[in-house]
């Protein structure tokens, strides 16, 4: 009766979008959160509701964030969203975000003390220890530097992106 939300996912843009009506009028219930939508999209569309790990957004093709009705609703990626947004001109950057909520002189201060943090987020020294050093060093010996493709085949090897990998290279192998 109920389709899957990863088969469902599987269909085309186009494909997923073909139940909207955006003539119809909007419908804002208010005072009712995302879930509430949720539920009424997997209910009107016949799917399973998504959870987090399925990385599935609710978008409104409407372009208004309050509308609940399920014709302007579909499931949709978080770039997908982030284009509809666009689109509609609802998008707001994350510093936006914090401005709008705080105001400026406190997401300055956010914004200061996250930055002062760096790489120390997450509890990490950002630096490499000698011994690390040697043995992604060790792990690369084999690759000529100066060859074309370089970099991608470190980074694959060792597990980091092409800008470490491009760096790393340069402050270590001489």
Do not use: V
Request: aromatic share 10%; glycine share 8%; with cysteine.
């Amino acid at each position: 009766m109920f389709e899957n939300i990863e088969n469902y996912m599987k269909k085309s843009f186009n494909q997923r979008q073909l139940h909207l009506k955006l003539k119809n009028p909007c419908i804002e219930i208010g005072g009712l959160n995302s879930t509430y939508y949720t539920g009424l999209l997997a209910y009107y569309l016949k799917t399973t509701i998504p959870t987090r790990i399925h990385n599935i957004c609710l978008c409104h093709a409407c372009g208004n964030r309050f509308c609940s009705n399920p014709e302007h609703l579909y499931w949709g990626t978080f770039s997908e969203n982030i284009e509809d947004e666009k689109r509609h001109g609802t998008f707001k950057t994350g510093r936006q975000k914090i401005i709008e909520k705080y105001g400026i002189e406190k997401a300055n201060e956010i914004h200061r003390r996250i930055s002062s943090e760096g790489g120390k987020k997450g509890g990490g020294s950002n630096k490499l220890s000698k011994s690390e050093i040697q043995e992604r060093l060790q792990k690369i010996s084999d690759i000529d530097t100066n060859s074309y493709g370089c970099i991608k085949k470190i980074s694959i090897r060792l597990n980091i992106s092409h800008t470490q990998a491009r760096r790393f290279i340069e402050k270590y192998k001489k």
